[in-house]
């Protein structure tokens, strides 16, 4: 009788555990999205800052790259920054400027002046640069649809055929115009 009793303590002792650690993990779950949110925006706020601060490219281009993803996520991350971005598709560093146009075309802003200033970037001096540009065009897609005759020009005077400029500008016409690329 009486071990039966200590089987008995050792159930509900056992039952209670398990109900504490089912909530722990419920509230684990429900509580890990602004975990994972503020560490993002934690992370926005750095590259922000480091873009707008420094005085070392390669610092910059990083800090753009990392916009650029985290507003592939969610555009609010990176809201603050973006006049900055636009900033940088006018630095006089070549990576910086590259760097910039497919950040801004990563992450799209709903704004009059994205679309022509990365259609502008397809006349710089620099093939990156006008790389880069087609790049962010073709992420924004359907939203480009105005930069497609400035693509078209800018194919015309691409000297190499089959280099990486002509592939990125027809691919970007494709990815605007909503075409699949044929296998």
Known sequence: ????????????????????????????????????????????????????????NKVKIAALQKLGELGL???????????????????????VRAAAAKTLGMIGPDDKETVPQLAGLLKDKDESVQIAAAEGLAYMGAKAQGAVKDLQAARKEVKDEKGKLAKTINNTIKAISGMKKKA
């Open 1 to 56: 009788f009486h071990s039966s009793g200590a089987a008995m303590f050792k159930l509900r002792y056992l039952k209670a555990f398990a109900a504490f650690a089912l909530t722990c993990g419920m509230v684990l779950v429900a509580t890990s999205p602004d975990i994972v949110a503020a560490s993002k925006e934690a992370e926005a706020k750095k590259a922000a800052t480091d873009l707008k601060t420094s005085k070392d």
């Open 73 to 95: 996520i969610q555009y609010a991350y990176v809201e603050p920054a973006v006049p900055d971005v636009f900033k940088a598709i006018k630095d006089s560093d070549a990576g």
